[in-house]
């Protein structure tokens, strides 16, 4: 079983920047992987994704014009470049397939952005 494993989160101050990685430790055989996040007491929410390619991309509406969504293939490793950060970017991040499979959520990473 194909696991992945999110890292790079961390608390940062309102507007700044933070880099995730997630590292799949196989290949994972799907079209398209995802950035979703929790924030404490509401329900996990999509992010960003990309196929693996990197040729088409997609965002929320909250963090479109801040974050960047990117994968390296030769690493099985799909990225998220934050900028810009908000208070209420502060959650859990995890990634998986997108649509999610439930068989591929992981521990997620923090990120806590303060005001």
């Known amino acids: 079983q194909v696991q992945l494993v999110e890292s790079g989160g961390g608390l940062v101050q309102a507007g700044g920047s933070l880099r995730l990685s997630c590292a799949a430790s196989g290949r994972i055989f799907s079209s398209y992987m995802g950035w979703f996040r929790q924030a404490p007491g509401k329900e996990r929410e999509f992010v960003a994704g990309?196929?693996?390619?990197?040729?088409?991309?997609y965002y929320a509406n909250s963090v479109k014009g801040r974050f960047t969504i990117s994968t390296d293939n030769a690493k099985n490793t799909v990225y998220l470049q934050m900028n810009s950060l908000k208070p209420e970017d502060t959650a859990v991040y995890y990634c998986?397939?997108?649509?999610?499979?439930?068989?591929?959520w992981g521990q997620g990473t923090q990120v806590t952005v303060s005001s």
């Open positions: 998986n397939k997108n649509p999610p499979d439930i068989a591929y």
């Open positions: 990309i196929n693996w390619s990197g040729t088409s991309t």
